[in-house]
């Protein structure tokens, strides 16, 4: 499975799927600028377990949720101001995902 997701040959090992390439191909400013009112919905969608198919090399592009109606219980919706440093990129980073998964499971449900 992980040479089918990730589009590799037998002795590479890919930390990304061969989707989430193409995505972020397609969209280089995923995911800081999305949902856009042109893309309002998730790029992909993983149902069940994930995996590396939709990973890509600077961010997970697909929505994934054994049950998308739970998230928003566990992770409300918040915008803080965070430095420009390492660790407030990374935050940042954290509230654009919870952000976009907060819009995209209810868009599922």
């Known amino acids: 499975m992980d040479i089918w997701n990730s589009a590799s040959d037998s002795d590479q090992y890919l930390t990304s799927g061969w ?14 600028q999305y949902p856009t009112s042109d893309f309002p919905h998730p790029l992909a969608v993983e149902l069940g377990n994930s995996s590396i198919l939709s990973t890509g090399l600077k961010s997970v592009t697909s929505f994934s949720s054994k049950r998308p109606w ?3 219980e566990i992770m409300g919706d918040f ?14 980073f954290i509230q654009t995902v919870s952000r976009q998964s907060n819009v995209y499971g209810i868009i599922l449900i």
Do not use: A, V
């Open 70 to 72: 739970d998230y928003r």
């Open 79 to 92: 915008d803080n101001d965070y430095t420009d440093d390492l660790i407030g990129k990374k935050l940042k």
């Open 19 to 32: 989707i989430g390439r193409y995505i972020e191909d397609l969209h280089p400013n995923f995911p800081e």
